[in-house]
């Protein structure tokens, strides 16, 4: 049963760097798949982040794409993000997950909440 | 890129029928077979339960449907569950940013 799972600070300072790591498993990452994070702001709805692929370079929401980057690390069997620098509007749950090649997203971890303070 | 546009909410009584639609572009929704939609319910992460329009994945019921016409993709859920009422999220492949979702649809269960 492939299972995945979010890790990282839930507080981040404003203009700061947030980091999470989402490590996998009951599957190598090196078997195929891409890898993405997404968040949910507040009350709201979903939006994508970003795709990394083990032997391929990562894929950005161009709104994102300044701040965001995003790395794997097969040997651990996880993939990691990075915002920088954080707003207030960054406060978000983010969620990893394994995405397909048409583009669905079958697997996701249970999500994790990051707060950016002022 | 905007989000795909889904209705705010939609509701019906148990053992009826419900439709949330998702509408988006031909660069997204009616540019390819990709539109896949999410069950979320409060505190939990999404779940996958259309894929590829109108693909179930195992483990969903046939209750669950989805189809595509044009611009706008459809889910369907007949016979309503009171475990059915959740957020509802479409999704599709973008050329833009290789993922776009809609706005979420709350479905209530009268």
């Known amino acids: 049963q492939v299972q995945l799972q979010e890790s990282g600070p839930g507080l981040v300072k404003s203009s700061e760097t947030l980091s999470l790591t989402c490590a996998v498993s009951?599957?190598?990452?090196?078997?195929?798949?891409?890898w993405g994070w997404i968040r949910q702001p507040p009350g709201k709805g979903l939006e994508w982040i970003g795709q990394i692929f083990h032997s391929g370079g990562p894929y950005y929401n161009p709104s994102l794409k300044s701040r965001v980057t995003i790395s794997i690390d097969t040997s651990k069997n996880e993939f990691s993000l990075k915002v920088s620098p954080v707003t207030a509007a960054d406060t978000a749950i983010y969620f990893c997950a394994r995405r397909g090649n048409t583009f669905y997203l079958d697997v996701w971890g249970k999500g994790t909440t990051v707060t950016v303070s002022s | 890129q905007s989000a795909l546009t889904q209705p705010p909410s939609a509701s019906g009584s148990p053992g009826q029928s419900v439709t949330i639609s998702c509408t988006g572009t031909s660069s997204d929704v009616g540019g390819h077979n990709y539109v896949s939609w999410y069950q979320q319910h409060p505190g939990k992460a999404p779940k996958l339960m259309i894929y590829?329009?109108?693909k179930r994945p195992s483990g969903v019921p046939d209750r669950f449907s989805g189809s595509k016409s044009a611009n706008t993709a459809s889910l369907t859920v007949s016979g309503l569950q009171a475990e059915d009422e959740a957020d509802y999220y479409c999704s599709s492949y973008a050329v833009s940013s290789s993922v776009i979702f809609g706005g979420g649809t709350k479905l209530t269960v009268l």
């Open positions: 590829d329009v109108s």
């Open positions: 009951g599957y190598s990452i090196s078997s195929g798949y891409y």
